[in-house]
């Protein structure tokens, strides 16, 4: 998960990322914190499989995004992905005989 401090908004400062653990994060990890105010919050779901071609893993859903004012100070927000923001199903491929 990534904070982004939105500039849309007037903020300004670095972003931070942070991990999802057993459905969980704190955006104070290893120091990475955060800024408040108003933010893009990006969230991105891996299924921790490490392969070759994905070393973090495969996507579970296409990356989620919200607008969020968080505060300065210490707090507790829970964040959720809606349960129906899945991959999109790919069509099959057909053999025209070409």
């Known amino acids: 998960m990534t904070f982004i401090p939105d500039t849309s908004q007037g903020n300004t400062g670095p972003a931070a990322s942070v991990k999802i653990k057993n459905g969980e994060y704190d955006s104070d990890w290893e120091g990475a914190g955060h800024v408040g105010g108003p933010h893009v919050v990006k969230i991105t779901g891996l299924d921790g499989q490490s392969s070759p071609e994905f070393p973090t893993g495969l996507p579970l859903f296409p990356e989620y995004e919200l607008k969020l004012d968080l505060p ?6 829970d964040l959720e992905v809606p349960a129906n923001w899945v991959m999109p199903r790919l069509a099959p491929v057909r053999d025209h005989g070409v």
């Not at 300065?72 to 927000?77: A, M, R």
Request: charged share 65%; glycine share 0%; no cysteine.
């Open 72 to 77: 300065k100070e210490d707090s507790l927000k």
